[in-house]
């Protein structure tokens, strides 16, 4: 996947499996099989105060199924021509974000947990965190 190629249209919002249970929901998430990649890392984002944003910047090379796994948030993406803004807020669903592409994540709402399902480990070097250089990278900009 080159990621100076990348566009919204290519992430889109999975709908997980979920077992239902009268003694509570399951969702299990198998790498490769349930997503298109194979899980190295695991986070997630939690405590976030009320009018707080997270995100602002993209990824070269890294995979991410982004899910709330409890309440809700707004993460927005960008491929430097287009930008797309997609409301989380159910665990049996998950966001699929390609490579090269900008997210603002915002509009937490209280409790709210962002788990991030991640193709490669952390690596600073995979970020862009300028807005400009991003628009570079994407020959968006001169
Ligand atoms: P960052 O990805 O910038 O968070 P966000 O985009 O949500 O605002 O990460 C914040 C800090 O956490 C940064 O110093 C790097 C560190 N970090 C790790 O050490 N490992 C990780 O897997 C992640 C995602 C971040």
Redesign the pocket.
Known sequence: MNSRKTTIDECNVIDLRKIHDPRGNLTPIEGGQDLPFDIK?I?Y?YDVPSGES????AHKALQQLVIAANGSFTITLDDGLNKKAFTLNRPYQGLYVVPGIWRD?DDFSSGAVLL?L?SEH?D?AD?IRDYDEFLKYKGCKE
């Not at 997270?54 to 910047?57: I, N, S, W």
């Open positions: 890392r986070y984002l997270r995100g602002a910047h994540l991030c991640a952390y600073a970020y």
